[in-house]
Every structure is written in structure tokens, then in C-alpha cells.
């Protein structure tokens, strides 16, 4: 039996509650360091909002500032390395942000491969500065059914089931991971959590094969990712906002702005608007909570950028809890 393996009869070690991509990834790199591992999510992890994500390391830094920069430098390391990793959904792609004439470059894009000032000739026509590097881009379509796999090969399992308490899942396990997304604040009594609204315009690919973000508008980041079927095109993040519907009047907006700078997407027809609320939180929050009855490894907070920092936050979960407590056995069933 694989390390980390159940069985119809045995407790786990340590229950997910979230199936998002800090959650699956939480479950993943505690399952591969021996825990029997069970995911709780209310949803079919196709169907998170991180299934539909434009799946993108994004050079973001969010309080607390030292453990952002780790985290996202231990993301793009792994998410480079699933990129030779056949199946994974994770590819290198080349970059290119377009900045103010007076802008800086933030600490996090000082990490990415390859990095150098652009041309003149590689720059759109009205701009005159930016960054030229490669970056990991990840298809959650293929990415997430990747992740469930390598949960499976440890010995893990997803079940479906909606938690209301963290009582529910620490009378089953030793270890739990909060990592709810917006519902990891209720779980948590946490009043700092607040849904930040995420929408991209995702287009059929007319041949675009670069990924490219303009920092220089001053109506908010533009940027448009490209997939092998598909490119998403975005900038919309508005803090606050707690209607999750498509914002039609936003979509004609961003797909208006990236058409001036790629008018290749012109002609590209609209697939859908994917919209999302996300869980927003003056600080990320990775950190153990102790109790009588077992301990919590809260992950959540992570906003817009959940791929950017998951493999940081998973393995920095899998630090706080440590190896393996086991729950005994149960009767088949429980």
C-alpha cells in the first residue's frame, strides 16, 4: 500500500476542508510526507473557482510581506518543475510587462527566469518600457484532475461533504486544514476575511503564444494569458464586492482594452466570462491553531493569487503540523 494510503476501515490523519488549489496542494504535500489525508469539500473540485482560474504565477507580494516573497519563491520553483512533468498542465511561457516610464520592478519579478529590459521592437506601439522573462502558466482544466491524481497515487481521497464546524472534522482526524477559501472565515470566526471579485474574458486563441500584462494603465492592471484552446483576459479585481455574477459592463471593458494592445483578439470569438469571489485578508493566514481535540492549520487569504503562493503555503502547512499523528481505526464507515 502506498505511503499515506486508507482504507475503508481507517481514520485519517489529517482532513482538507477545501478542494481550491491551496487546498488540493495542501493535501497533496501532506500525503507524499506519510499522512493518511482526506479532502472535505462541498464542491467538485472542477467546479472551485480555482478549476477556473487563468492559472498564472503572478509577481504579487501580500502582508506578511517576508513570508509572501518565500512562498511564492517556493511556488515558482515547484511550478517550474511540473513544467517538465508531462500531463501536469503546467507550461513555461514568455512574458512581457509593460510598465510606466517611471515605474520600478517589484521585488517578486526580480525571481522570474530570464528576466531583462525589452526592446524597442518588442514593445506595442505607445509604450517604451518593460520586462522581457518566462513564467509558469498553468491550465487548471488539466491542472486540477493532475493534482486529484497525485492525491489518489499517496493514498489520499476526496469526499464530498460540506463542513459547518471545524468540531465536524476534528472528531475524525488529529489535523485540520482550514482552507475554505471565503468559507474558511466562517469556520474560523475570522471578521477580517472580505470576497475579493475576480473576472476574466476567456477567448478562443486566435495564435498567441505570449503572455503579456500592462501595469502602465491607470484603469488597472490588463493582462491576457494565453492557453493552447484558450486565452484569458483580465485586470478585474475589486475588493469588497460581494456580488459573484459576471459583470458584462467590466468584460466589454477589459476585452476592449486588450484588443488595443493584441489586435489579434479582434477577431477572437468570447467563450464565457468566468467570475468568482475570493477571500481576501489584510495578511494570509498560514498558521497552526492548537485545541483539545487536535489542531488546525488555517491557509486562507490568498485572494487573486491562490497559484502564485500554493506550494509555498502547502509546504509551509505541512512544517507547522509535522509527521504523521495517527487517528487509529474506525469502523468501516465512519
Given at each position: 500500500?502506498?505511503?499515506?494510503?486508507?482504507?475503508?476501515?481507517?481514520?485519517?490523519?489529517?482532513?482538507?476542508?477545501?478542494?481550491?488549489v491551496?487546498?488540493?496542494?495542501?493535501?497533496?504535500?501532506?500525503?507524499?510526507?506519510?499522512?493518511?489525508?482526506?479532502?472535505?469539500?462541498?464542491?467538485?473540485?472542477?467546479a472551485?473557482?480555482?478549476?477556473?482560474?487563468?492559472?498564472?504565477?503572478?509577481p504579487?507580494?501580500?502582508?506578511?510581506?517576508?513570508?509572501?516573497?518565500?512562498?511564492?519563491?517556493?511556488?515558482?520553483?515547484?511550478?517550474?518543475?511540473?513544467?517538465?512533468?508531462?500531463?501536469?498542465?503546467?507550461?513555461?511561457?514568455?512574458?512581457?510587462?509593460?510598465?510606466?516610464?517611471?515605474?520600478?520592478?517589484?521585488?517578486?519579478?526580480r525571481?522570474?527566469?530570464?528576466?531583462?529590459?525589452?526592446?524597442?521592437?518588442?514593445?506595442?506601439?505607445?509604450?517604451?518600457?518593460?520586462?522581457?522573462?518566462?513564467?509558469?502558466?498553468?491550465?487548471?482544466?488539466?491542472?486540477?484532475?493532475?493534482?486529484?491524481?497525485?492525491?489518489?497515487?499517496?493514498?489520499?481521497?476526496?469526499?464530498?461533504?460540506?463542513?459547518?464546524?471545524?468540531?465536524?472534522?476534528?472528531?475524525?482526524?488529529?489535523?485540520?486544514?482550514?482552507?475554505?477559501?471565503?468559507?474558511?472565515?466562517?469556520?474560523?470566526?475570522?471578521?477580517?476575511?472580505?470576497?475579493?471579485?475576480?473576472?476574466?474574458?476567456?477567448?478562443?486563441?486566435?495564435?498567441?503564444?505570449?503572455l503579456?500584462?500592462?501595469?502602465?494603465?491607470?484603469?488597472?492592471?490588463?493582462?491576457?494569458?494565453?492557453?493552447?484552446d484558450?486565452?484569458?483576459?483580465?485586470?478585474?479585481?475589486?475588493?469588497?464586492?460581494?456580488?459573484?455574477?459576471?459583470?458584462?459592463?467590466?468584460?466589454?471593458?477589459?476585452?476592449r482594452?486588450?484588443r488595443?494592445?493584441?489586435?489579434?483578439?479582434?477577431?477572437?470569438?468570447?467563450?464565457?466570462v468566468?467570475?468568482?469571489?475570493l477571500?481576501?485578508?489584510?495578511?494570509?493566514?498560514?498558521?497552526?491553531?492548537?485545541?483539545?481535540?487536535?489542531?488546525?492549520?488555517?491557509?486562507?487569504?490568498?485572494?487573486?493569487?491562490?497559484?502564485?503562493?500554493?506550494?509555498?503555503?502547502?509546504?509551509?502547512?505541512?512544517?507547522?503540523?509535522?509527521?504523521?499523528?495517527?487517528?487509529?481505526?474506525?469502523?468501516?464507515?465512519?
Amino acid at each position: 500500500m502506498p505511503p499515506g494510503s486508507t482504507s475503508s476501515t481507517s481514520r485519517p490523519d489529517a482532513v482538507v476542508v477545501g478542494a481550491g488549489v491551496v487546498g488540493l496542494t495542501s493535501a497533496v504535500v501532506l500525503a507524499s510526507t506519510g499522512h493518511r489525508v482526506e479532502v472535505w469539500t462541498a464542491d467538485d473540485p472542477a467546479a472551485t473557482a480555482s478549476a477556473r482560474a487563468a492559472g498564472v504565477w503572478t509577481p504579487l507580494t501580500l502582508a506578511p510581506l517576508a513570508s509572501s516573497l518565500a512562498w511564492a519563491e517556493q511556488s515558482l520553483q515547484d511550478l517550474c518543475g511540473l513544467a517538465r512533468v508531462a500531463g501536469s498542465g503546467v507550461r513555461m511561457v514568455e512574458g512581457l510587462t509593460l510598465r510606466p516610464a517611471d515605474g520600478t520592478v517589484p521585488p517578486l519579478s526580480r525571481l522570474s527566469p530570464d528576466l531583462r529590459d525589452a526592446d524597442p521592437d518588442e514593445l506595442p506601439e505607445g509604450y517604451t518600457v518593460g520586462q522581457r522573462y518566462r513564467t509558469p502558466v498553468t491550465d487548471m482544466i488539466t491542472y486540477v484532475p493532475w493534482l486529484l491524481r497525485r492525491l489518489e497515487a499517496y493514498g489520499g481521497r476526496v469526499r464530498r461533504r460540506r463542513v459547518e464546524d471545524l468540531a465536524e472534522p476534528l472528531a475524525v482526524a488529529p489535523v485540520v486544514v482550514n482552507a475554505a477559501g471565503l468559507a474558511a472565515a466562517g469556520l474560523a470566526d475570522d471578521p477580517t476575511v472580505r470576497p475579493v471579485f475576480s473576472q476574466y474574458v476567456v477567448t478562443e486563441n486566435p495564435g498567441i503564444d505570449r503572455l503579456l500584462v500592462d501595469t502602465s494603465n491607470p484603469r488597472g492592471w490588463v493582462s491576457i494569458i494565453p492557453h493552447p484552446d484558450r486565452v484569458h483576459l483580465g485586470g478585474v479585481r475589486k475588493a469588497g464586492r460581494t456580488d459573484g455574477r459576471a459583470d458584462r459592463e467590466l468584460a466589454a471593458d477589459v476585452l476592449r482594452w486588450c484588443r488595443e494592445i493584441e489586435p489579434r483578439l479582434v477577431d477572437a470569438r468570447m467563450l464565457r466570462v468566468d467570475a468568482a469571489l475570493l477571500p481576501g485578508r489584510p495578511t494570509m493566514r498560514v498558521e497552526l491553531e492548537r485545541r483539545d481535540d487536535g489542531v488546525v492549520a488555517h491557509a486562507y487569504g490568498h485572494a487573486t493569487a491562490g497559484v502564485t503562493f500554493s506550494w509555498g503555503a502547502a509546504r509551509e502547512v505541512a512544517r507547522l503540523v509535522g509527521p504523521a499523528r495517527r487517528a487509529g481505526t474506525a469502523r468501516a464507515g465512519a
